[in-house]
């Protein structure tokens, strides 16, 4: 089953949607990109979505890019995405409507010892 992204360009005040397939889709400026974002706070190869469809897992990975990537404001390398998490990736922001099963997601009090 596809995952959707709501894509937003703050820019051009414009919506649109993504789905996302099982593979790599890659995104940046560069017109070979499955996903391209063409603006210049976004690098050439900005990064790639993973969805794995069997275990229903959706993951982010920047590729070096010069301004990074946000995932809930926090700059990232890899990581794991859930439905609701919002992606910063130039002057875009991504809106992630489906995303991994929320199985063994940790909640905002995990690791502090309170329950």
Do not use: C
Not at 18 to 23: A, D, I, M, Q, Y
Not at 62 to 70: E, F, M, Q
Not at 73 to 95: A, E, H, N, S, W
Not at 106 to 111: E, F, M, R, S
């Amino acid at each position: 089953m596809a995952k959707e992204i709501l894509v937003k360009d703050k820019k051009q005040l414009s919506l649109h949607t993504w789905s996302l397939e099982e593979g790599f889709s890659t995104f940046g400026r560069d017109p070979a990109s499955r996903f391209v974002l063409d603006d210049p706070s976004v690098s050439r190869s900005h990064g790639a979505f993973f969805l794995r469809e069997r275990s229903g897992v959706l993951t982010l990975e920047d590729h070096g890019s010069t301004n990074g990537t946000l995932v809930n404001g926090v700059p990232i390398k890899r990581k794991i995405l859930y439905t609701g998490d919002v992606v910063q990736i130039g002057d875009f922001q991504l809106y992630i409507l489906q995303g991994s099963a929320a199985q063994g997601r940790p909640g905002p009090d995990a690791g502090t010892g309170r329950a």
